[in-house]
């Protein structure tokens, strides 16, 4: 399994940017797919995730990005989307696709958003 991120870069405060990551091999069942990002010096933290719940999938959101990020998931495509609207400098960091499956955790190689004038 190999999860392929693009989106990431440099934008003005306030700007925007989508990030992308497709998963690609042989698998069954996602169980959540998702971002966390890691800034220096910090933890890596969970930005957005989409998790299977029953019939149906729900999104998860960090409480510092709720109402300017919103996640989406093609099913047919296992791919993810990160759509990142009204960004801060706080936001920059390098950030990190995570596919969750029944019998294992795959992460992505990381690409950075650097968020500054």
């Known amino acids: 399994v190999q999860l392929q991120a693009y989106g990431g870069g440099l934008v003005q405060p306030g700007g925007s940017l989508r990030l992308s990551c497709a998963a690609s091999g042989r698998f069954f069942g996602i169980n959540a797919m998702g971002w966390y990002r890691q800034a220096p010096g910090k933890q890596r933290e969970l930005v957005a995730v989409?998790?299977?719940?029953?019939?149906?999938?729900?999104?998860d959101y960090a409480d510092s990005v709720k109402g300017r990020f919103t996640i989406s998931k093609d099913n047919a495509k296992n791919t993810v989307y990160l759509q990142m609207n009204s960004l801060k400098p706080g936001d920059t960091a390098v950030y990190y696709c995570?596919?969750?499956?029944?019998?294992?955790?795959?992460w992505g190689q990381g690409t950075q958003v650097t968020v500054s004038s």
């Open positions: 989409i998790r299977r719940g029953g019939s149906t999938n729900y999104a």
């Open positions: 995570n596919l969750v499956l029944p019998t294992y955790n795959y």
